[in-house]
């Protein structure tokens, strides 16, 4: 996977002497291009990519009144993950209000089935997958030295109330790794999500998945996953603030999300 360093100069190695500054989002990604060629995995091209975001952009108009660069910066995540944005729900580029800088920005949401696809993509992963459980279930969960998970879904129409999610795991070599979280759980953590009450938000129209992808990251941790890959998927629900416009004369990059760069300044 490209790094930033390698994307600038890429940029610049590539991009005509006399080009002109880019005026429309269509331009901007056209400029862009290149650098997320680089950045790309081997199994997704940048024309499928450039014509999905397009797609996402035309259809959700808050998209085009959004800041500039913290839409670029959510396109180029979803470049460096390998993520279709759109209807598949791998990403999501999802606008919100900031009412401190009195701006729209994107905020880029990895989905449950983006998620499960990255998981599988550390070859070390057998299977993993997340269900979502109902009052009317038949669920045992228990932890201690022998931990237990069980679970018979009804077959009534009344499923009941939602209760939570579990995801489960099985490694190449043999183990596995599970993990259950209560409804209380999901809430809070789609409680700091900025853009989570937003009529954008997959969690207004996709509450299960978005529940399911939560328990699969929260796993996240125990997987055997490569740092590099850790590090991208922190970016999640986050907002990627700086990507200058594109031109031969200025750098093109991805800052990290104000969450992520706070957090690292309070370890610091």
């Not at 209000?97 to 998981?119: H, P, R, S």
Request: net charge negative; hydrophobic share 35%.
């Amino acid at each position: 996977m490209a790094t930033t360093n390698e994307l600038k100069e890429q940029m610049k190695q590539q991009a005509p002497t006399q080009a002109k500054k880019p005026k429309t989002i269509e331009d901007y990604m056209k400029q862009m291009a290149p650098a997320m060629a680089e950045a790309l995995p081997k199994h997704m091209s940048v024309d499928r990519l450039t014509r999905l975001a397009m797609t996402t952009i035309r259809t959700t108009p808050a998209l085009r009144e959004a800041d500039v660069s913290s839409l670029l910066g959510a396109v180029m995540q979803a470049a460096q993950l390998g993520l279709e944005p759109g209807l598949l729900g791998q990403c999501y580029l999802l606008p919100f209000k900031n009412g401190k800088k009195g701006i729209t920005e994107v905020q880029f949401i990895i989905g449950y089935k983006g998620m499960i696809d990255l998981a599988r993509r550390s070859g070390h992963i057998q299977s993993i997958y997340s269900h979502a459980v109902y009052e009317n279930d038949d669920f045992e969960y228990e932890l201690g030295l022998e931990p237990k998970l069980k679970h018979t879904p009804t077959m009534s129409t009344d499923k009941g109330a939602f209760v939570g999610a579990y995801a489960v795991a099985h490694f190449k070599d043999g183990g596995h790794q599970f993990e259950f979280m209560s409804k209380a759980d999901i809430e809070k953590r789609k409680g700091r999500s900025k853009a989570a009450n937003s009529n954008y938000s997959p969690w207004s129209t996709d509450y299960e998945e978005m529940a399911k992808k939560t328990v699969v990251r929260h796993m996240w941790k125990y997987l055997p996953i490569s740092v590099e890959m850790q590090e991208q998927v922190a970016y999640d629900e986050g907002v990627g603030r700086s990507i200058k416009d594109v031109t031969p004369e200025e750098d093109v990059f991805v800052q990290a999300p104000d969450e992520i760069l706070e957090a690292e300044a309070t370890e610091a």
